[in-house]
């Protein structure tokens, strides 16, 4: 058994067992294996490890592990911060995007996805932490945001994406998770099609799903630390 195949069974165990702790299922809750500046080789060997869906954060790079890996049934994420002049290869090759926040990259996104594919699946990301280093949309800003991203035709809002200030107190990260779980049902009121809650790493994992999480990004937990 390689290497990445038994951290991938790892981390599946971790995310199961913080369900059951939590009162939910494993299955509800969905890995998303975090590949960014790893070979197009080590996200082949996870995939046949079961993964079925991959993070990326550079957009060339994602680009060529898409072209490099077309034999596989991938759904591929973009979860990075994007720029306005960029969009047409998110809307064009990927599946979801994790980090719409703006309405100007959304219209873009919308216009280039091309009429034969599906709508792209769409988080919108909050910046929970008020960090002013990190993207994402002000939660006060959030309800006008989503009601304009659920109106646009080639795009489907599925739910938010958020990466808490980090937090070694697994009580503190609990804090941040728990304020955009409330965002998150209080948003799904008014659009019930919501059901996606992206939030949750290597590091606090447990913490996001306890907060009601239903994908976690997992990269260095499966795939090793990156230069």
């Known amino acids: 058994?390689?290497?990445?195949?038994?951290?991938?069974?790892?981390?599946?165990?971790?995310?199961?067992?913080?369900?059951?702790?939590?009162?939910?299922?494993?299955?509800?809750?969905?890995?998303?294996?975090?590949?960014?500046?790893?070979?197009?080789?080590?996200?082949?060997?996870?995939?046949?490890?079961?993964?079925?869906?991959?993070?990326?954060?550079?957009?060339?790079?994602?680009?060529?592990k898409i072209d490099a890996l077309q034999d596989l049934d991938i759904r591929w994420h973009f979860i990075g911060p994007l720029q306005?002049?960029?969009?047409?290869?998110?809307?064009?090759?990927?599946?979801?995007?994790?980090?719409?926040d703006r309405l100007k990259i959304a219209q873009r996104l919308s216009e280039q996805r091309p009429s034969g594919k599906a709508p792209l699946?769409?988080?919108?990301?909050?910046?929970i932490s008020a960090e002013q280093s990190k993207s994402g949309v002000n939660p006060a800003q959030l309800p006008e945001l989503a009601a304009a991203v659920a109106a646009l035709p080639g795009l489907r809002l599925r739910g938010l994406m958020a990466i808490?200030?980090?937090?070694?107190?697994?009580?503190?990260?609990?804090?941040?998770?728990?304020?955009?779980?409330?965002?998150?049902?209080?948003?799904?009121?008014?659009?019930?099609?919501?059901?996606?809650?992206?939030m949750g790493m290597s590091d606090d994992l447990e913490a996001a799903v306890a907060e009601g999480s239903t994908m976690v990004r997992i990269g260095t937990a499966i795939f090793g630390t990156r230069k």
């Open 1 to 64: 058994m390689s290497t990445i195949t038994e951290r991938l069974i790892e981390a599946q165990a971790r995310i199961d067992a913080a369900a059951a702790q939590a009162g939910r299922v494993g299955e509800s809750i969905t890995l998303l294996a975090v590949s960014k500046t790893k070979p197009a080789e080590m996200i082949r060997e996870a995939y046949l490890a079961g993964a079925r869906d991959f993070g990326e954060n550079y957009l060339q790079e994602g680009v060529d």
């Open 121 to 127: 699946n769409v988080c919108i990301q909050v910046n």
């Open 164 to 198: 808490p200030a980090p937090e070694s107190d697994p009580e503190k990260q609990r804090q941040a998770l728990a304020q955009m779980k409330q965002l998150f049902d209080a948003l799904k009121a008014e659009h019930p099609g919501l059901d996606t809650l992206s």
């Open 84 to 100: 306005s002049n960029k969009t047409r290869p998110v809307a064009e090759r990927f599946d979801w995007i994790h980090s719409v």
